[in-house]
């Protein structure tokens, strides 16, 4: 229970706060990681938490070094947790190993070029979409029996399943962090909302 209330508050933090602090998205990209990858290696649930945990500090201490190749570290941890959920959702028994590999580093990869060209406008995404995907995980242990499959879907209604839940949390995050984080994502203020009430809007109403 720990364990999962772990991995689903760190979830939360990367996919609707993830752009709000670069050391807050390395952190919780770095447990994202670090999880995925002893998940992957059948851990069991307390070391998968430590490793995550290790992984987030050794992340954050090499990315303090050369601070300048943060917004890159970020999108190659956000990148690979993508690629990894999206092999969970696609693949199968019958899949080479190898394949999930090409798959999970191309999308780190690729994620930390567009991160470090187009800086916070894609880290929203990616914090985002990471972010989502390490929910699903935590929702999974937290309620094995009715989500489980949220971490390892196996039948073609599982995976469609979690990839439309996984795209609906991730628009959530995106939505909320351009909410709440416009001026660091470099968008204009919204306009304040009318005031019915105020002697211009009733000066400027016709009389009836």
């Not at 956000?78 to 999206?86: E, M, N, P, R, S």
């Not at 990839?163 to 949390?169: D, F, G, I, P, Q």
Request: proline share 5%.
């Amino acid at each position: 229970m720990t364990t999962a209330l772990v991995v689903l508050v760190v979830g939360v933090l990367l996919c609707f706060y993830g752009i709000r602090s670069v050391n807050l998205a390395l952190l919780a990209a770095g447990f994202a990681l670090g999880y995925l990858i002893a998940e992957a290696f059948g851990a069991d649930a307390w070391t998968q938490l430590w490793v995550g945990l290790g992984a987030a500090a050794l992340v954050w201490m090499i990315v303090s070094l050369v601070f300048r190749f943060a917004t890159f570290v970020v999108g190659l941890a956000t990148g690979a947790v993508i690629g990894a959920k999206l092999w969970s959702a696609l693949s199968d028994a019958g899949t080479s190993a190898l394949l999930g590999i090409v798959l999970v580093v191309t999308c780190a990869y690729a994620a930390a070029l567009l991160a470090e060209k187009y800086a916070r406008r894609a880290l929203l995404w990616f914090t985002a979409l990471g972010g989502a995907s390490v929910i699903l995980s935590g929702a999974a242990l937290l309620w094995p029996d009715g989500l489980g499959f949220l971490a390892h879907p196996d039948d073609g209604w599982q995976q469609t399943v979690m990839l439309v839940v996984w795209l609906a949390v991730a628009g959530s995050g995106w939505y909320v962090q351009r909410q709440l984080f416009r001026e660091r994502l470099g968008l204009p203020p919204k306009p304040p909302k009318p005031d019915p009430a105020s002697p211009t809007t009733a000066a400027a109403t016709p009389p009836t």
